[in-house]
DNA sequence: ATGCCAGGCACAGCCTGA
């Protein structure tokens, strides 16, 4: 291969996706999967068809909410973390880490924190600042890291259709978009922003008012990357084909192509 | 200010999502 496509995907439900996932990895046939929302118990997660179209997977599910996974073309990902460190009592299944394909990846869902204020709120504000003390080391390691996922952060007005009727969400609030500010000020690279600066690009729309039909979207779902892959991003894109579909998550994948030989 | 759709589970209305 001479590019690696990594992408991120909320399927919000994988048992009841799980033919349009196996239809995307058909078609699009990207390399690295993270997977959020899954709703399901680790028992419950479809290994065997994903196995047979061609991945190896690692999953950390939980019953009726959130859960993550890792999916990778032809090999099996060798998972290097469950779970962000602290958060005494948290468990819920948000992040998942693993080597794949030569870079370490990064999977997470991050508390979506409505309402606002609020303990959920709270909650979204404290896991945010766990995962900021974490990516830390990860973005000096000198090792090519990914941090992919759905941050539930719109992180400007430039990435809403139009955010009049989300000023109280906990997505737009200061607090979490400052988190991402002070994520991103580490030293990772925003890959869809970095390659269409000046582009509305979105990843999620909602399931009311007919949102998606209008394209009345989001971007909320990103792939961060740390100064050791950022110079091999080469191209980035969403599979809005798989929300157009009936019966879709509100998610769409959304995707980045790196370099597989550094540019540098 | 709330509901709007949708998935999952106590399979009947809730809870949660974003």
Known sequence: MDSLKIATFNINGIRSRLAALLEWLKREAPDIVCLQELKAPDAAFPIREIQAAGYGAIWHGQVSWNGVAILAQGIEPQETRRGLPGGHGDTHSRYLEAVAHGVIVGCLYLPN????????????????????????AHCDSGHPVVLAGDYNVVPTDEDIYNPRSWLKDALLQPESRDCYRRLLAQGWTDSIRARYPNDRIYTFWD?????????????????????QLAPRLCGAGVDRWVRDQVHASDHAPTWIQLETRDKR
């Open 207 to 227: 399931y009311f008012r007919q949102h998606w039909q209008k394209n009345s979207g989001l971007r909320i779902d990103h792939l961060l990357l740390n100064a």
């Open 113 to 136: 924190g409505n309402p606002q204020p609020g303990p959920k709120f709270d909650y979204k504000l404290a896991w945010f600042e766990r995962l900021i003390q974490y990516a830390a």
